[in-house]
């Protein structure tokens, strides 16, 4: 079974910062694209950024300049640095990755539980 474990969420003033982290565990044999999206209030989910196994990254253009996205292969993880947090940014932060696990040898999508960012104006 494989899990991804969302961390670091929280309420934060507009103008802070937050760094969420998202572990992969399980019976994994390959990780591929990782990545975070987003699900705000009455919104439907959005990506927010995704970065390849080879680490070239990608982000929605509302982000761009202000979120990173970063991966570490060996350890399975991936964190999204967040700066200049906006009231706007407010939502559920879902981590999600294509994953073949076990003796699989098809790509399965899997998800997080979701972690709550909530920026106060």
């Known amino acids: 079974q494989v899990q991804l474990v969302e961390s670091g969420g929280g309420l934060v003033q507009a103008g802070g910062s937050l760094r969420l982290s998202c572990a992969v565990s399980?019976?994994?044999?390959?990780?591929?694209?990782m990545g975070w999206y987003r699900q705000a209030p009455g919104k439907q989910r959005e990506l927010v950024a995704v970065?390849?196994?080879?680490?070239?990254?990608n982000y929605a253009e509302s982000v761009k300049g202000r979120f990173t996205i970063s991966r570490d292969n060996a350890m399975k993880t991936v964190d999204l640095q967040i700066n200049t947090l906006a009231p706007e940014d407010t939502a559920v932060y879902y981590c999600?990755?294509?994953?073949?696990?076990?003796?699989?040898?098809?790509?399965?999508?899997?998800w997080g539980q979701g972690t709550q960012v909530t920026v106060s104006s």
């Open positions: 399980g019976s994994v044999t390959i990780v591929n694209t």
């Open positions: 970065v390849s196994r080879s680490g070239e990254a």
């Open positions: 999600t990755s294509d994953i073949r696990a076990g003796n699989s040898v098809s790509w399965t999508r899997f």
